[in-house]
């Protein structure tokens, strides 16, 4: 029998359909191939978190120093022994940042009236030192100003004086508020701006 010729345009409707099937085809593996990669590096990427920073040295100094609470809880002569809260080496600190302070310092002899601006943090190891001291800003702030007022510009305009004021400061502000008998620990102080004019 014979068989009709076919026709041309049946051919290309034909091709044009498995050219759009083709490309779904290669879409679904690409999107396949995408996903694995990222899931490959994700993989990679935790695999060396916990092979790297898994077992820091600041776990290792939590660890040495839970053994030691442990062995000194009843210490040599069977009373317990206090320790301090002291922050472990690597843990992180938290900054309090202060508003700028401006203030007219003493007269250095004759010379004409000089002022002093500056911005500083308070550094202090844990969020509940942050808060307690956050209570108190009116406070430490009247503080830092009492203190900043007193000086010369001669006094604090060295690294020496700048330094010497750094723990002046620090000495203050870990003084117990008032009312209270607790003292607050401060473990820096940080000026982020310091103008004498």
């Known amino acids: 029998m014979a ?36 899931l490959l ?36 002569d069977g009373k317990k022994s206090e320790k301090k809260d002291a922050p472990l080496p690597n843990s992180p600190q938290v900054f309090i940042p202060l508003e700028s302070f401006t203030v007219n310092l ?3 002899g004759n010379q004409q009236q000089e002022y002093l601006q500056a911005v500083l943090n308070l550094q202090v190891p844990t969020d509940q030192e942050a808060e307690k ?3 108190r800003i009116p406070e430490v702030r009247s503080r830092i100003l009492m203190l900043l007022s007193s000086k010369r510009a001669s006094e604090i305009s060295t690294v020496e004086g700048k330094e010497k004021l750094t723990k002046e400061i ?17 473990t820096g102080v940080y000026f982020t701006s310091f103008i004498i004019q």
């Open 41 to 76: 590096i994700g993989g990679g990427g935790a695999g060396a978190y916990f092979l790297f920073f898994k077992n820091t040295p600041s776990k290792q100094v939590k660890k040495d120093n839970a053994d030691e609470e442990e062995e000194d809880e009843n210490g040599k």
């Open 133 to 135: 001291v956050k209570a």
């Open 170 to 186: 620090m000495d203050l502000i870990q003084k117990p508020f008032n009312g209270n008998t607790e003292t607050q620990k401060l």
């Open 106 to 108: 003493q007269p250095d």
């Open 3 to 38: 068989t009709a010729p076919k026709d041309p345009k049946d051919k290309s409707k034909t091709d044009e359909a498995d050219a759009q099937v083709a490309p779904k085809k290669s879409k679904t593996l690409l999107y396949i191939i995408i996903l694995l990669l990222v």
